[in-house]
């Protein structure tokens, strides 16, 4: 993990001073990097039944893509609204400096669907948090949340089940 760990880059006072941003992009356009990334996550959920996996706008659609590939399952988009075309339902959430909304598709799952919902990183948790909330209304059972990355200094998975939370890497 290490390696693919010091591939991630830190952009100082990214979106705002005071702010460390983990640049993911130098891992994505690596080619090895992003393969072993996504397998090791893969692997996770091999023989799982995993029929679905949701991609949380945007840069868990590059994750989420590519693990369904890889398990054969179907991709299911949550979007900011207004993105999607079908009826939606949506879920607003507070965020550290306002407030946000995600959509779903209403027909995104059947009853019992087995799904992962897989994004670039857990911070503070909100995001997914909503888009679990969003998912289970549907019926949809989550096998698993699915990161990349996540900050364990701002303690995300706290908002979620402690046994549906996977990170692949870690940074204190």
Known sequence: MEELKSIIRDIQDFPKQGVVFKDITTLLSD???????VDLIAHRYFGQNIAQVVGVEA?????????????GAGVTLVRKP?????????KSYQLEYGED??????????PGTRVIIADDLLATGGTVAAVYELVTSLGAEIVECAFMTELKFLNGRQRLPADKVFSLMQFD
Not at 31 to 37: E, G, L, Q
Not at 82 to 90: A, D, H, I, M
């Open 101 to 110: 909304t995600l959509e779903i598709h209403e027909d995104a799952f059947q």
């Open 31 to 37: 080619a090895k990097s992003y393969h072993r990334m």
């Open 82 to 90: 207004g993105k999607l075309p079908f009826r939606t339902r949506k």
């Open 59 to 71: 840069r868990g659609f590059v994750l989420g893509a590519a693990l369904a590939y890889k398990l």
